[in-house]
């Protein structure tokens, strides 16, 4: 059983920074891979990055490679998305979870268990 709750969104104007924060309760939260999702209206639910127990192991969707980056602080079982140069294609609810196994490809929604509530960013043109 794992909860998940995010935090850090909100309304930037384009070419500004959010950081996201997934903090993680219940057993097994600092083994498995943790992911962030996003979801705009009216589209699924799509990849935007993810991390495995080591910190090099980093994946990111071709849509915010150089701008986002993932990270996770083992003492406080929380994973933190970092965003820069925000553009309006980012606004969606974001997403953080987390699987139960360390098998499977991170960038599938069907590879996590677990999820947040979403926060809300909003990028402003």
């Known amino acids: 059983q794992v909860q998940l709750v995010e935090s850090g969104g909100g309304l930037v104007q384009a070419g500004g920074s959010l950081r996201l924060s997934c903090a993680a309760s219940?057993?097994?939260?600092?083994?498995?891979?943790l992911g962030w999702f996003r979801q705009a209206p009216g589209k699924e639910r799509e990849f935007v990055a993810a991390i495995r127990w080591s910190a090099r192991n980093t994946f990111y969707a071709d849509s915010v490679k150089g701008r986002f980056t993932i990270s996770r602080d083992y003492a406080k079982n929380t994973v933190y998305l970092q965003m820069d140069s925000l553009k309006p294609e980012d606004t969606a609810l974001y997403y953080c979870?987390?699987?139960?196994?360390?098998?499977?490809?991170?960038?599938?929604?069907?590879?996590?268990?677990?999820w947040g509530q979403g926060t809300q960013v909003t990028v402003s043109s």
């Open positions: 219940g057993r097994s939260s600092n083994s498995y891979p």
């Open positions: 979870a987390a699987a139960s196994s360390s098998i499977g490809d991170v960038r599938r929604r069907d590879t996590y268990e677990y």
